[in-house]
């Protein structure tokens, strides 16, 4: 049975993308971990909108097909921008903001739609580049608000990947110290993003435990005392 018959005999066609949920960071309404600055506030009031304002966007892992055409799109952004050839790659910002640029406007869609056939959040259907223009024409994005919608749709994208993202507690230590011994970058970029962030609790995790373990208790602190 050819692999497309397959596919049609489990059902899976008729199925769709699961969309996740992400709040969208404006340039006027820091997150909730950020302390408001006045400016912002006095800004926004001016604007006609005194409290922080929250946009969520739809956010889909890509296909293969998706994945070939936002390559495309970002090595044509550095070379729209002077970037040599050997130089585009995640290295070089320009590169790197132009391949957020195309991914962002192919996953992110209207979190309300048709999950079958969503519109897309930024720009016109069928129309990446028209998508590219808004967020960089947007007053309310900040290349953070790139970087940021980017790594939430990796970490989505290892999220609903059948691969295996985990590492053991074992695996986890030994990535650790690579990380740890190394002058540079290499081991940690080399992990995809859900990686990262099993890294960051874990390495959390063993921190709390330790300061847990060495923090005084009680009865030994009214002894001193």
């Known amino acids: 049975m050819k692999f497309e018959e397959q596919l049609k005999a489990r059902n899976v066609v008729q ?3 699961a ?38 966007v739809g956010m889909r892992a890509i296909t293969p097909l998706e994945q070939c055409e936002i390559l495309v799109g970002a090595n044509g952004y550095a ?31 209207d979190p309300d739609g048709d999950a079958k056939d ?9 129309n990446v580049q028209s998508a590219v223009e808004v967020m960089l024409r947007s007053p309310h994005l900040t290349r ?11 970490a989505w994208q290892d999220k609903v990947s059948p691969q295996a993202t985990r590492l053991s507690p074992d695996q986890l230590w030994e990535v650790m ?9 290499g081991p940690f970029l080399n992990m995809r993003p859900g990686m990262h962030l099993q890294l960051l609790r874990f390495s959390v995790s063993q921190l709390l435990s330790l300061l847990a ?6 009865s030994s602190s009214s002894d001193k005392s």
Request: overall charge negative; aromatic content about 4%; some cysteine.
């Open 79 to 109: 070379e729209q921008h002077g970037v040599p050839l050997e130089q585009r790659n995640d290295l070089n910002p320009i590169y790197s903001l132009g391949y957020n640029l195309h991914l962002l406007a192919i996953a992110c869609v």
């Open 118 to 126: 969503p519109e897309p959040f930024f720009g016109a259907r069928g």
């Open 19 to 56: 969309i996740t949920r992400v709040t969208l960071p404006l340039v006027n309404s820091p997150g909730p971990l950020l302390v408001d600055q006045p400016e912002l506030a006095e800004q926004r009031a001016r604007d006609g909108h005194p409290e922080r304002i929250e946009i969520v």
């Open 144 to 154: 953070d608000s790139i970087t940021f919608l980017a790594a939430h749709q990796e």
């Open 213 to 218: 373990q060495n923090k005084p208790s009680d």
């Open 177 to 185: 110290g690579e990380v740890a011994a190394s002058t540079d970058l």
């Open 15 to 17: 199925g769709t993308r």
